[in-house]
């Protein structure tokens, strides 16, 4: 019995370390060369157009807009879509029901994005994963790990912040 016991607490042991295994880390240089070769295929098949930004987002500008820049104090006001690089829209919003947000707590490739154009704008973002949510799984919308974000964004409004 005790023998038995033994045996079994050494194997419940070996289980929990198994278990707290940790992941491989998250190499972003490999997943931006992963998801620039699929952003750059999809557009070949797709006719879609874009620059490609330093930080590896591709653009669109759809509409420059006008008037000054937008910081990151400043409270935007946006309509977008937002797809999974290919066909199914995830969340839209459209004129009825403006998106309010402030920058510094958005995605890279959406803060890289709004910083080219100015309100009354409009721009199509190709976004690499790694701009992105990255290996993390969004629940709403259901964003899967490591997913390239499309998205097209119009700037209806910008509230400066006062000085």
Not at 39 to 54: E, N, P
Request: glycine letters at 8%; one cysteine or more; hydrophobic letters at 40%.
């Amino acid at each position: 019995m005790l023998k038995t016991s033994g045996l079994l607490g050494f194997f419940l042991i070996a289980v929990a370390f198994i278990a707290c295994e940790k992941e491989a880390p998250y190499d972003g240089i490999k997943q931006l060369e992963i998801d620039d070769a699929i952003i750059v295929k999809y557009m070949a098949d797709s006719g879609v157009t874009a620059t490609k930004h330093s930080s590896g987002l591709y653009y669109n500008i759809i509409r420059p807009g006008a008037g000054k820049e937008i910081v990151q104090v400043d409270t935007v006001y946006s309509n977008y879509t937002l797809k999974i690089l290919k066909d199914s829209v995830l969340l839209s919003k459209s004129v009825d029901s403006t998106f309010k947000f402030m920058l510094p707590g958005y995605i890279e490739g959406w803060k890289t994005g709004v910083s080219l154009i100015r309100p009354g704008g409009s721009i199509r973002l190709l976004i690499p994963s790694t701009l992105a949510y990255q290996q993390r799984a969004i629940t709403s919308p259901r964003i899967p790990p490591n997913s390239i974000l499309d998205i097209t964004l119009e700037i209806v409004s910008v509230n400066k912040k006062p000085k």
